[in-house]
């Protein structure tokens, strides 16, 4: 079975009231297109990194009331779990798709990974195309368009992911849930490979 695009009733997953509704929702509509996904981009990853990369899809285990508001795939080197390392994300809140190399605040090496991109911050800053966009927050919506930040600017967001405790760095692409691309699997699965070959320089800096 190959993917075959995200649809306006894959995005109403997060219109459905109650955890387990959702959840049932999300396992049905969207898990499964994790793994089509997932299978797809984790060979390739796994070619780009020179080492294995594994699927890890969100179970939203530790939710009791809130049903989650977005959901995503993780892909990364350690089969037992993502969270604690630099990986790639594919993900729908209701109203967008993202595409994020993630750093989140579980990361035990924050500092070390920072130290990294701040000692080459202009060859960080310049592979980022301006197109691209920067979280601070895997948890909320809105980011940060590359076009409108200077270096001093990413620096400081650089400098903020090193210096606070909870603090995180996603960077990648953001497609709208009426983009025409979401309409052909084939298409934005090359979309992805694209998006996370060209972050693939920082995600090994970032292992350095």
Known sequence: ????????????????????????????????????????????????????????????????????????????????????????????????????????YEVPNKTHIAEQFLQQIDTVYQTIPKDYVLSLDHTQKNSIPMEGLNISEFTQAVERFRDVKKAELLVGKHLSATDPLLDDGAAFLQYAKQTFETLMPLYKLSLA
């Open 1 to 104: 079975m190959t993917f075959s695009g995200f649809t306006p009733h894959d995005f109403n997953v997060f219109s459905i009231s109650g955890l387990d509704e959702r959840m049932e929702a999300i396992k049905e509509r969207i898990q499964p297109k994790f793994q089509e996904i997932g299978s797809f981009l984790s060979d390739d990853l796994a070619l780009m990194a020179g080492n294995e990369m594994h699927l890890h899809i969100a179970k939203h285990a530790r939710r009791t009331v809130n049903p989650p508001k977005d959901t995503w795939l993780a892909i990364c080197h350690d089969k037992r779990g993502y969270k604690k390392h630099p990986h790639f994300q594919v993900g729908l809140f209701d109203d967008h798709v993202f595409l994020w190399l993630a750093y989140i």
